[in-house]
């Protein structure tokens, strides 16, 4: 199970960080990927680490913004959100992929957490 973290309202320019905290013995063999959601739009893929870290993918419009680290020790991955933008406001999962290296494809996916809200203001 996965269980996401640390939104809140927050205004233009500012800093978040997500958490998502996994339950279970394989964690450290899935990759993790943060996607977000607004009403009305389709699930959009944000950020991805890989099983040890050692990959990782963003989109492009947070690329330089958002950066991802995760503690296998911890079972944990962090989303940490810098220079957050209107645009950034949605829902946010963390879900989890046996694919090993990071992947941005949602299809890809088999387990997902609840949200947590990010709203920034402008």
């Known amino acids: 199970q996965l269980q996401a973290s640390g939104g809140g309202l927050v205004q233009a320019g500012g800093s978040l960080r997500l958490s998502c905290a996994a339950s279970?013995?394989?964690?450290?063999?899935?990759?993790i990927g943060w996607f977000r959601q607004v009403p009305g739009k389709e699930r959009e893929f944000v950020a991805a680490i890989g099983w040890d870290g050692g990959t990782t993918d963003f989109r492009d419009s947070v690329k330089g913004r958002f950066t991802i680290s995760r503690d296998n020790a911890k079972n944990m991955v962090y989303l940490q959100m810098k220079r957050l933008k209107p645009e950034d406001t949605a829902l946010y999962y963390c879900?989890?992929?046996?694919?090993?290296?990071?992947?941005?494809?949602?299809?890809?996916?088999?387990?997902w957490g609840q949200g947590t809200h990010v709203t920034v203001s402008s």
């Open positions: 879900a989890a992929s046996r694919w090993l290296a990071a992947t941005g494809r949602l299809q890809n996916y088999h387990t």
């Open positions: 279970g013995r394989t964690f450290n063999t899935y990759s």
